[in-house]
């Protein structure tokens, strides 16, 4: 109930610089019939009855979440159970991760004879979307679902009537997909070894977790996404900073801190407005990075609990506009972040650095002190600042896999057609090979933990430029699985669909979700 609360305070909440910041100004850039087209599409609307109905479809699909999540953690308990007596489970499928691609993979594999497990090391189906509060950058449009699970149950349309949902919403979606898959998650549970062994001429793979469980499986899925956080600066006392920075943070995840990633800022953030507590930033803050993190980080801060300094200075790194015109047209017609960045630009509060972080220093006072290069014209720009936010990315848990069971660097691309994109052959996943013997081993890097998928030419035709996004992925991720258990495929659509459906109640998903899970495969 606390949190439904809160959601309203948080999309009630636009700051006093997003309230004072005449958005209209932005039809001088992008045109005014352009701009009636944003201002409907765009998630940061002024009229109560459009945020009413906002925090009113998010709070349904949090009674959505709370429903699935205690149903897979009863799943979850019932297979722990089943297999208390065993000293090692053995498995033919061992899923790493419980995002989107362990989701699709579940799909696939709750149909098909082999035993399948998830493991997650946090407690949550879907943590990048349920951990923050921010809304998503792929559309769910009338006619095309960024969000498609083959096989799977409903859209993601079901819990928003807008085209950028909540990212709560997304994870609702994909919670869903994993519990009607009937592929139980173990949640909590670390995976910390994984040894190679012989088997009966066929070689297994034996895990550890950190909570003391041992598997022995003949498959391996490797979801794990994106990675950890981490930083890409290369200054070693930057970086040694960053880590005590995050480790605060593990520690005192409530607290802000001087360093922080899209990630922690976000997570804090949620856990701050859940108390109704404000954020106070401190005047210099500087935003490294200016991929979609960045973007994110800058929007969140346009909420009314968060503090502004009335001389808020960001320099953003990374970022070259100077204006923004100069930003609208980097964007080349992806519009989804103008709305959140105009303001900042509209009161002059960005300062753009170009090039890469070169050196980094606190001072005594407690600010930080840093030059970037241009890595073209060589040119070293220095500045200060009080808070860093680092959204330069993350660390693959792929690299120490590889070591763990002696892989070679150089992966196998499993090649297959995608029908619903025209594509009789597109890599679907990626395959570790022996670095000793070079053969194939059973070990299956899917989605963004497998790098970039989709070719280049691909996505230029693609609505979803992203080529880690769920659009980009998960269909492959289904193909691939159904081609390597021997099923027939799901139907794929690529998320076309003739009309939108409306939003549905929670009483109503959870009745569907029941009906679904009554079902034999
Ligand atoms: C902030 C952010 C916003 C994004 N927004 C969008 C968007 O709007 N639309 C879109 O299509 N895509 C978006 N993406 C990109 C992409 O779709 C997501 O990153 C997606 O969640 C990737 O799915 P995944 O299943 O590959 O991995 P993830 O969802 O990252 O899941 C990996 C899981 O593996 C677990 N794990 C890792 N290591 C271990 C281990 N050793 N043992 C056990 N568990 C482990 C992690 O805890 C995690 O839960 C976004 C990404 C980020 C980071």
Redesign the pocket.
Known sequence: MKYIQFLFIFFNSSSALYANSDISCLSHYVGRNQLIYHIKNLPFSSDSRVIKKQAFEVSESMKVSDWVMTELRKKSFDFLNENSKKEIIDLDFLC?????????ASLVLGHSKFSSLV????D??????AE?D?????SELDQLS??QFPGGLGDLADYTSFE??H?QQ?ATH?QVQQLISKVPVLFN????EIKKVEDREAIKFLFK??NGLRFRVKNILV??????IATKVSDPNYRDFFSSQYELHIKQPKQLQLVMT??TF?VTKKLMDCESRVMTLPRRIAVIGDG??SK?VLESLLTKSVVLHPETEIIWVGNEYKDFSDFYRSTKGFTRYLQGIFPFYEKRMITGVKGYIQSWKKNSDGSFSMTAEDVVTKKVSDFTSDMIIDSTG?VS?VP?LKQWIGASQTLKDEVGELNELDLKSTVLARRMVDSVTSKELNVYL????AGNLASRAELMNSP?K?P??????VPRTSSFLSYLTQTSKFPSYRGKKSSRQKVISSYEMIERIKLKLAEVN
């Open positions: 790493l991760g419980a995002g989107p691609q362990c989701a699709a493991v997650e090391r946090s949550y189906v879907a943590k990048t979307f923050k921010f809304y998503i950058n792929s960024m969000h950028f949902a990212s997304l994909i549970t670390e995976v910390v977790t950190k979801g794990s996404g994106l990675g950890d899209t990630d976000l979609d993190g994110i993350y848990f120490t899917l989605g963004a933990s979803n992203n880690v996004s769920i659009f980009n992925t």
